[in-house]
């Protein structure tokens, strides 16, 4: 495809070098996780990694102390403990073990993140998101958390409407509001939008991410006419509130994927808020325009993370007990399956 240079290059600290550890330094100001063999914790500790750098989540959290305590099970004690030894330990390497166990107790029943075995890190992410919703907001039910002190719902999650209205007969589904921490978006639907926005434009432009990613989630989930008049509908998604971070999950339709390329290359570092959806409905959230700050890749069935440390300006990338900091942009020549850009302002 022609539109793999440069296609949404921002300038400065355009995406190309952010996939090649192997032109990276050594140098370690942040701490790695460590994963033995056999405990498969990489997809934790990529989440992990990110809620940490996240500066608006570490900040938030430290304020919080105050929470329903579930002792040996208790997924905010054993992020509390591993962001203490984030900040004050003299190690290079910490043990995720204490939150890996939580998280396998609370989700015993469900049969999900159990030990040993391999999980997914947005899902692992937007878990644990929820799970500190329960621990300090569960007097108010998930979809209409307005808990000031509850970070999750203030600054992670859209709060949106959506809606199908035929343009044909003018028949209208039934507003269906919901919550969401992490916005999916199909790869392939992805790919294809890219062309065609290309197709019809002389050159893109970095602002178009937005407009790539509300398309691509649009196009890719035609729904039949509520009125049975037979026209196919893109559906129309409106944000009720301004989330200060944004998570977009790139979700791969099969484990083989030859996209993974094309997908680097259609992938913006800015997104504007207002361009995301059909609708924006506050003033703040229509003026916002968000930075891609971490991303979190999969590749050979192991989840590693790219990180922008604000305080620095560098970005790091985390495997597991590895530490690195990203050197030079190099060609894109790893392949990547999974991944999930975290934006934030
Ligand atoms: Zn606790
Ligand atoms: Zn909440
Ligand atoms: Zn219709």
Known sequence: MSWKRNYFASGSSGLQGMF?????????????????????????????????????????????????????????CALKSIFVQFQFSSEKVLPSDALRTALAKTFQDEQR???GIMDDAAECFENILMRIHFHIADETKEDICTARHCIPHQKFAMTLVEQCVCGSCGAASDPLPFVQMVHYISTTSLCNQAVRMLECREKPTPVMFGELLRNASTMGDLRNCPGN??????????????????????????DHSDLAED???????????????????????????????????YYGKHYSTFFFQTKIRKWMYFDDAHV??????????STVAEWMPLMTA
């Open 20 to 76: 090649t550890p192997r032109t990276m330094s050594s140098i370690a100001p942040s701490k790695g996780l460590s994963n033995e063999p056999g405990q498969n914790s990489c997809f934790l500790n990529s989440a992990l990694q990110v809620l940490w750098h996240l500066d608006i989540f570490r900040r938030s959290f430290r304020q919080l102390t105050i929470h329903k305590c579930m002792e040996d099970s208790c997924i905010f």
């Open 113 to 115: 993140f159990q030990l």
């Open 263 to 297: 997908v680097i290359h259609s992938l913006g570092t800015i997104l504007r808020l207002g361009d995301l959806f059909y609708r924006v409905t506050e003033d703040k959230a229509r003026q916002a325009e968000l930075y891609l700050v971490g991303m979190v890749c």
């Open 229 to 254: 008049c037979g026209e196919k509908l893109r559906i129309r998604r409106v944000l009720l509130n301004s989330p200060e971070i944004i998570t977009i999950g790139l979700v791969w339709d099969s």
């Open 324 to 333: 690195k900091e990203v050197m030079h942009s190099v060609n894109a020549s």
